[in-house]
């Protein structure tokens, strides 16, 4: 009966409101990668698959797996100096988005597929076997790892880590975050008002009675 029950709850979301193929591991990924996070907050779908894969345990036990990881913070500091990471979040300055989060708000599939995990008895069987999950044993044990302690000690001297303390001396990633912040499409339907192209009859008044010549016959 209750995986009969549970099997009931999934269809209902699925048919209400698709999520997506996101699952616990591509979720706490894209939550610990600067430049990816602000894509949860830019669609609605997105951002209920991310809210019921944070309710399952498994990724907030994922997500602590990897910060006890130094090159998970190396990872995360490229992402910061990479100029995808202002193309990221200028994404919030597209009306679109608001657009689309205006439709899922009046969208009652939208509140019932985010009702349905909270629904499903078998998510509150995984929160309170948590504690006992392998996973989370071998975490409470890595303190007593040396190899633990190893790794952040040596993790300055690691070769990305050298290259990134270097790329502040380079001036191509200087050219890079100039050449993203002036390009138009950085910032989706709002970089129209950014392009010249836009403003190209206002500027020349007599636009409208010269027509543009033809192009030549292909010989």
């Given amino acids: 009966m209750k995986k009969l029950s549970a ?33 949860i907050a830019k669609d609605p779908k997105a951002a209920l698959a991310a809210m019921v894969n944070m309710m399952d ?12 990881d130094p090159a998970t913070m190396t990872k995360m500091a490229q992402a910061g100096m990479s100029p995808d990471i202002l ?12 657009t689309k989060w205006l439709a899922a708000s009046m969208d009652p599939n ?6 349905t995990p909270m629904l499903n008895p078998n998510m509150y ?9 392998p996973r989370v044993l071998q975490m409470m044990m890595a303190p007593m790892n040396p190899s633990m302690y190893t790794n952040w000690a040596m993790a300055p001297l690691a070769p990305a880590n050298m290259n990134l ?13 100039a050449g993203a912040a002036a390009n138009p499409a950085t910032y989706g339907a709002f970089g129209a008002f950014m392009n010249p192209a836009t ?6 008044p007599f636009a409208g009675f010269m027509p543009v010549p033809a192009a030549p016959a292909a010989k």
């Fill in 7 to 39: 099997l009931i709850l999934a269809l209902i979301a699925q048919s209400a409101f698709a999520t997506g193929p996101a699952t616990p591991e591509s979720t706490a990924a894209q939550l610990l990668d600067p430049a990816k996070v602000v894509d």
């Fill in 57 to 68: 345990p498994a990724t907030s036990i994922i997500i602590m797996q990897k910060l006890m």
């Fill in 87 to 98: 193309k990221a979040y200028a994404g919030l300055l597209d009306p679109n988005m608001y």
């Fill in 125 to 133: 069987m995984k929160m309170l076997s948590a504690p006992l999950d």
């Fill in 199 to 204: 403003y190209g009859n206002m500027a020349n």
């Fill in 165 to 177: 303390m270097m790329a502040p001396l380079n001036p191509n990633l200087y050219t890079q975050w």
């Fill in 110 to 115: 939208f509140y019932t597929a985010a009702m």
